[in-house]
C-alpha cells in the first residue's frame, strides 16, 4: 500500500470521525431521526467524502511543505523556530493586559497578538541568520582555525569532483561526513556537457552522470539535490561559492582555480587533489628507487617517469635510459598545490 493511499485512510478516519459528530448533533436536535440514523450517515458521508478528497485537498499542501523544508537550512529551520517561540511568549505576556477586557475583545485581541506576533519572530530571525551567526563567539580549532571557518558539516560538490569519480571511493571509506549537496545546476552543467558537440567533453559529461549514479548508490553519507535558482547568468563557480556562503558550508572539487577564488571570499575548501597529495608515500633526499624512463625531459639530458600514483620523476642525465628500468637517487622534491615532482638523478651521476 503506497503512501498516498495512508494518507487517503487518514483523511477518511479524521473525516469520518467528524461526520459522525455532525450527524450525531444534527439528530439529537431533529425531530426526525430519518430511515439511517444521522450519527451513521454522518460517518458513512464523511469516510465517502475523505478518500475522495483527501489526495486533492491534503496531499498538495503538504508535498510543497515538504519541498519548501527541503531548501531550508538547519540553521534557519533553528533560527525560525526561536523566533516564533519568542513572538509567541511576547504575545502571551502582552494578552495578560487584554484577557480581562468584556465581551469578544477579551479572546480576539489575544489570538490576533499570537497570530500577529508568532510569525513576524519566525520572519526576523531567518532574515537575521547570518548576523546572529557572527555573533556567536570565535572558537579555535586545530591549526588557529576560527569560527568562522567552523561549517555545518555539509558538502557542495562541485562539478569537476563529479566527473573526476574519486569522491565514489572516498566516500564509501567513511572520511566524508555530512550531507553531500548537489546543486540543480551542477546536474544542469553536467547535462550540458553530456550534450557536447565536443567529443572529449561529452566523454566527460557521460562519466559524470556514471559518476553521480554511482555515488548516489554506493555513497556511506546521503546525498540531496538542492533546487536553487538558475535563471541568473553568473558562472557555475560563483553559484557555487554565493550557496555555500550563504549555507555556511564547504565545496569539494578538483579546481584549482575554484579552489582558490573560493578561500579568498572565505569559503572552505576540500580539494581531492590536495588530499591524494598528502596521502602519498614521502620521499626524502637520498633515497633510492627504480623507475622506468619514458619519456624525454624538458631540459637537455632529462629523462622523466612516473611512480604507481602517477607522481612525476624527472631524472637527470636519463634521457639515454628511455624505455628502460633505471635506479636512481633522489636529489630533491618539489610539493605544489598542483602536484608532486621529484627530481633524481641517475647511480652514473
Do not use: C
Not at 45 to 61: H, K, S
Not at 127 to 154: C, D
Not at 319 to 329: A, C, F, G, P, Q
Amino acid at each position: 500500500m503506497g503512501t498516498k493511499w495512508w494518507y487517503r485512510l487518514a483523511g477518511a478516519l479524521l473525516a469520518g470521525l467528524g461526520g459522525w459528530g455532525a450527524g450525531t448533533l444534527i439528530g439529537d436536535t431533529g425531530n426526525n431521526p430519518g430511515f439511517i440514523p444521522w450519527g451513521l450517515g454522518g460517518l458513512l458521508l464523511g469516510v465517502t467524502l475523505g478518500l475522495i478528497l483527501t489526495p486533492y485537498l491534503i496531499l498538495p499542501p503538504i508535498t510543497r511543505l515538504g519541498r519548501a523544508f527541503a531548501d531550508i537550512t538547519f540553521s534557519a529551520l533553528v533560527s525560525g523556530t526561536v523566533g516564533m517561540i519568542v513572538g509567541l511568549t511576547v504575545a502571551v505576556l502582552l494578552s495578560f493586559a487584554f484577557a480581562r477586557l468584556p465581551g469578544w475583545p477579551g479572546v480576539a485581541i489575544p489570538i490576533a497578538l499570537s497570530v500577529l506576533l508568532g510569525p513576524l519572530g519566525l520572519v526576523m530571525m531567518v532574515s537575521r541568520e547570518r548576523e546572529l551567526s557572527q555573533l556567536l563567539p570565535e572558537r579555535t580549532g586545530r591549526g588557529g582555525v576560527t569560527g568562522r571557518n567552523i561549517t555545518n558539516g555539509q558538502v557542495l560538490i562541485d562539478t569537476s569532483a563529479i566527473i573526476d569519480g574519486r569522491i565514489a571511493d572516498i566516500s564509501k571509506t567513511g572520511f566524508v561526513h555530512g550531507t553531500m549537496i548537489i546543486p540543480r545546476f551542477i546536474l544542469d552543467e553536467l547535462r550540458h556537457v553530456a550534450d557536447s558537440s565536443d567529443a572529449l567533453r561529452r566523454n566527460r559529461g557521460r562519466r559524470g552522470l556514471e559518476m553521480l549514479t554511482k555515488l548516489r548508490k554506493e555513497a556511506e553519507v546521503p546525498i540531496q539535490i538542492l533546487d536553487v535558482d538558475n535563471n541568473d547568468d553568473s558562472e557555475v563557480d560563483a553559484k557555487l561559492v554565493t550557496l555555500a556562503k550563504s549555507l555556511n558550508t564547504q565545496i569539494l572539487t578538483t579546481d584549482f582555480n575554484l579552489n582558490r577564488v573560493a578561500e579568498i571570499q572565505g569559503v572552505r575548501v576540500l580539494n581531492i587533489n590536495e588530499l591524494a597529495n598528502a596521502l602519498k608515500p614521502v620521499v626524502l633526499p637520498g633515497e633510492e628507487m627504480v623507475i622506468r624512463i619514458i619519456q624525454e625531459g624538458k631540459e637537455s639530458g632529462q629523462g622523466v617517469g612516473f611512480l604507481d600514483d602517477g607522481t612525476m620523476v624527472v631524472v637527470e642525465g636519463g634521457k639515454k635510459h628511455i624505455n628502460t628500468h633505471l635506479e636512481v637517487s633522489v636529489i630533491r622534491v618539489l610539493q605544489t598545490a598542483a602536484g608532486r615532482i621529484i627530481f633524481a638523478q641517475t647511480q652514473e651521476g
